[in-house]
């Protein structure tokens, strides 16, 4: 089970809150690739992972663009280098062993998400709080 730690959070309250489901999805896959649950719920949860990530990038390219943060076309950039290969994991489980590419997908998720948020998503909510200091 992965646990949400506070220092996850970038002092965003509407990001942090989508950055916990993302957490809360990548546990639901966890105990469906543990569980004796046919593999179609394995697939099930990754659509949903996958689908909620592009929902969430979404959403935070366009807190960016609002706020017309700088550093949003090399944001974008990574979410869809993301994107892509997120897919392209998630092909693979369609072939080959699928249970195996479960893994290596919640792996790769949950490693580029932890070091995403802290590092560049951490980069535009400083500046979003910048903006708003000034502006208050
Ligand atoms: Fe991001
Ligand atoms: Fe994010």
């Not at 960016?64 to 974008?76: I, K």
Request: with cysteine; net charge negative; charged share 25%.
């Amino acid at each position: 089970m992965l646990a949400w730690e506070d220092g996850y959070k970038i002092n965003h309250d509407d990001m942090d809150a989508q950055h916990l489901i993302l957490f809360a999805l990548l546990n639901q896959l966890d105990i469906n690739i543990n569980s004796d649950l046919a593999e179609e719920c394995v697939t099930d949860v990754m659509g949903a992972l996958e689908a909620y990530i592009d929902y969430h990038f979404a959403h935070e390219e366009a807190l960016m663009q609002s706020y017309g943060y700088p550093g949003l076309e090399g944001h974008t950039a990574l979410h869809k280098e993301f994107s892509r290969e997120v897919a392209r994991l998630r092909e693979a489980a369609k072939d080959g062993d699928m249970l195996k590419a479960a893994l290596k997908l919640r792996g790769f998720v949950l490693e580029w998400l932890l070091g995403h948020i802290l590092e560049v998503d951490a980069e535009y909510s400083r500046f979003i709080a910048g903006k708003k200091t000034k502006s208050a």
